[in-house]
T-cell receptor
Framework: KAGVTQTPRYLIKTRGQQVTLSCSPI?????VSWYQQTPGQGLQFLFE???????NKGNFPGRFSGRQFSNSRSEMNVSTLELGDSALYLC?????????????FGEGSWLTVV | KQEVTQIPAALSVPEGENLVLNCSFT??????LQWFRQDPGKGLTSLLL?????REQTSGRLNASLDKSSGRSTLYIAASQPGDSATYLC???????????FGTGTSLTVIP
């Protein structure tokens, strides 16, 4: 079956712009989470959604937001982009949202802010 | 807050060698621990999931162990191959289970 799909794979934005990233989870998975990966900070948790509800949010400014649709697809948005937002943004899905199941990651969206 | 540490940060071994990657975590009340592999420029690939009730989990040449009491997990790779070269990360869930804490990874290079 298809894995986690993230679009776009690569994008370049200018400071001050906003960006929307999309994630389609594995069919049947209702939990979707987002992570930011940078060389200096490693993988940092952004937020997790289950059945269209945000259940947890990491320590990121309000410029970072997300949502989940009824078909479990998720989007994350970053407004007023800063240079420090340049990173690999990874989406993961799992069957349950209680940490008992394997989480599966997409290939990520590479964001460069110039 | 759970803290996950991986040592060493980088490891280089000749092909065919057996090796062990280490992962330490501070909160032993975990549901499970997961190991992932990340190739350059790619996402994470799940390797093994060890439930808190298990002590070991095996998949092919990989064997992962979990010792909750000491806050440690190890990933054993037998008969390493150049294709095993990648960064290996471990992750532990939060107490609510809907967030994972990752180590910074061990970058493995297997020399032909």
């Amino acid at each position: 079956k298809a894995g986690v799909t993230q679009t776009p794979r690569y994008l370049i934005k200018t400071r001050g712009q906003q960006v929307t990233l999309s994630c389609s989870p594995i069919s049947g998975h209702r939990s979707v989470s987002w992570y930011q990966q940078t060389p200096g900070q490693g993988l940092q948790f952004l937020f997790e959604y289950f059945s269209e509800t945000q259940r947890n949010k990491g320590n990121f400014p309000g410029r970072f937001s997300g949502r989940q649709f009824s078909n479990s697809r998720s989007e994350m948005n970053v407004s007023t982009l800063e240079l420090g937002d340049s990173a690999l943004y990874l989406c993961a899905s799992s069957l349950a949202s209680d940490g008992t199941d394997t989480i599966y990651f997409g290939e990520g969206s590479w964001l460069t802010v110039v | 807050k759970q803290e996950v540490t991986q040592i060493p940060a980088a490891l280089s071994v000749p092909e065919g060698e057996n090796l062990v990657l280490n992962c330490s975590f501070t909160d032993s009340a975990i549901y499970n621990l997961q190991w992932f592999r990340q190739d350059p420029g790619k996402g994470l690939t799940s390797l093994l999931l060890i439930q808190s009730s298990q002590r070991e989990q095996t998949s092919g040449r990989l064997n992962a162990s979990l010792d909750k009491s000491s806050g440690r997990s190890t990933l054993y790779i037998a008969a390493s191959q150049p294709g095993d070269s990648a960064t290996y990360l471990c992750a532990a869930p939060s107490n609510t289970g809907n967030q994972f804490y990752f180590g910074t990874g061990t970058s493995l290079t297997v020399i032909p």
